[in-house]
């Protein structure tokens, strides 16, 4: 709270001032009477204004004016994973509902969000993710003053089942056919044949992929200690925001040797259908879907194979050989319930595959690479 004092400051009446927090200058205000008493009431009065200042909200800010100003200011200082959910959930709304002011975000209209989301159709957890990331915007927007609270939010609840996995993991069989049809999608195949085996191999999520590079300087790095590869995270560019140093598995450090002699520059360079080289994750997403789809790969009832299969495959290959601990961290989970619940499980077919058949399940314990 700012504090007005009274002064005679060389004047026959009694003077009022306080100090700018902005300027660190005086500001000043004549109370026009010689009344001390009157002149403290004065200075209540004073404060009392420049509290009601200080607690005054801009309600004219307009929709898209706040999402470019949250996206300066504030998301390019947030991972790329996070700058793109936000991102997602934002355009949702601009796209569904087309708010014409911040103001209107009401809890009425919060509900109508999510219908329309699930009309789409959005699964619940994504519908969720949304709403957290939502949320975090308008506080921003409230701590900024340009929204006097924020509204309440829907309660969704998602119901994790024993299948959690929208998708499943690719089979090296599968591996092969989609490297097998990438030239049917794109012009330039090789650094896309080169991408697809390197996440099968590596279990790094989409937006990791398009930034890791062996520049020391940059937040997600490949870097040699003691003469092995490793991952050297900074917390700016992952989930968890905490620095990290991780070894990078033995099968995807040879694949590094034998694609990357010279260790220099961006790990990848893809080109798209008109051969410029794209660098979002939605775009890479799309082609890897494309890929998929001409390899006649389906992972669900409802989509092709995706990048994030690919990850997937890497976890289900390491949760047969390593601890759950273990296996935590090099899917970088920040929770070993989530690995526990995707990765380290078998289900009755598991079983009976092993006791009747001496092997497990392909669709879950990926099979070799074919010749």
């Known amino acids: 709270m700012t504090r007005v004092h009274v002064a005679r400051n060389g004047k026959a009446t009694y003077q009022l001032w306080y100090r700018d927090p902005v300027t660190d200058r005086r500001r000043w205000r004549s109370t026009q009477t010689t009344d001390r008493r009157e002149a403290e009431r004065a200075a209540a009065r004073w404060e009392a204004e420049l509290e009601a200042a200080d ?28 700058q793109a959910t936000t991102g997602t959930a934002l355009n949702h709304m601009t796209n569904l509902i087309r708010p014409n002011r911040l103001a ?33 915007a308008l506080g921003w927007a409230k701590q900024q003053r340009l929204l ?13 089942r024993e299948s959690a996995m929208r998708g499943r993991p690719i089979t090296g069989e599968e591996l092969d056919r989609l490297i097998a049809a990438a ?6 195949p090789r650094p896309w044949q080169i991408y697809l085996e390197a996440l099968y191999l590596s279990g790094l999520r989409l937006a990791e992929s398009l930034i890791v590079t062996w520049d020391q300087t940059e937040p997600f790095c490949i870097s040699y200690e003691s003469g092995r590869p490793y991952y050297r995270i900074y917390g700016e560019s992952q989930k968890s925001r905490r620095d990290q140093l991780l070894p990078i598995p033995p099968d995807f450090a040879a694949f590094l040797d034998q694609h990357w002699p010279d260790r220099t520059g961006p790990l990848f360079q893809l080109p798209g259908r008109r ?11 799309r082609i890897v879907s494309d890929i998929g789809q001409a390899a006649g790969i389906r992972t669900a009832a409802d989509r092709t194979a995706t990048a994030h299969d690919l990850r997937r495959s890497f976890g289900t290959r390491w949760s047969k050989q390593v601890r759950p601990e273990v296996l935590r961290q090099l899917m970088r989970h920040r929770s070993l319930q989530t690995t526990m619940t995707y990765y380290v499980h078998q289900t009755a077919h598991d079983l009976a595959d092993e006791l009747w058949q001496g092997k497990v399940n392909p669709t879950v314990n990926p099979t070799p690479r074919t010749p």
């Open 275 to 285: 051969s410029r080289t794209i660098h979002t994750p939605d775009a890479v997403g």
């Open 148 to 160: 006097a609270a924020i509204p309440q939010f829907p309660t969704i609840r998602t119901v994790v």
């Open 183 to 188: 030239p049917a999608v794109l012009p330039d």
């Open 104 to 136: 209107a975000i009401t809890p009425a209209v919060l509900s109508r969000y999510v219908a329309q989301l699930r009309a789409r159709p959005v699964s619940e957890t994504s519908i969720r993710t949304y709403l957290k990331h939502l949320r975090a």
């Open 55 to 82: 607690q005054a909200v801009d309600q004219r800010i307009t929709w898209p004016a706040f999402v470019a100003r949250y996206h300066t200011e504030h998301l390019t200082g947030l991972s790329p994973h996070a």
